[in-house]
């Protein structure tokens, strides 16, 4: 059985930081996509960053970039998610994913087959 576990969510400060990690079970990292995604109560679901687990490939929404970092590490099955200078408008459910069949998509959650159950950050102003 696949599972996905995130950690690491919480509640910070404006410009303060955190790192999300997603740990995979019942496979291996090969050739897969590997995205965070987040939920903000009332809004669509959204790709924040996705990652290549062969050649380490990356993709940050607008929104994100120059703040966020994602990365993987194969031999541990795992993907994190560096978040730093967190605004307020960053609070969401955040959500790891695995699309088996490649980075086919960054920003579209329909391409991802497995997800985690999500970790809350909350940003306070």
């Known amino acids: 059985e696949v599972q996905l576990v995130e950690s690491g969510g919480g509640l910070v400060q404006a410009g303060g930081s955190l790192r999300l990690s997603c740990v995979a079970s019942?496979?291996?990292?090969?050739?897969?996509?590997l995205g965070w995604f987040r939920q903000a109560p009332g809004k669509e679901r959204e790709g924040v960053a996705c990652?290549?687990?062969?050649?380490?490939?990356?993709y940050y929404a607008d929104s994100v970039k120059g703040r966020f970092t994602i990365s993987r590490d194969n031999a541990k099955n795992t993907v994190n998610l560096q978040m730093n200078s967190l605004k307020p408008e960053d609070t969401a459910v955040y959500y790891c994913?695995?699309?088996?069949?490649?980075?086919?998509?960054?920003?579209?959650?329909?391409?991802?087959?497995?997800w985690g159950q999500g970790t809350r950050v909350t940003v306070s102003s």
């Open positions: 990652i290549s687990s062969s050649d380490g490939s990356t």
């Open positions: 019942g496979f291996t990292f090969d050739d897969d996509g």
């Open positions: 994913a695995v699309d088996t069949l490649g980075l086919r998509s960054c920003g579209d959650p329909g391409w991802y087959e497995y």
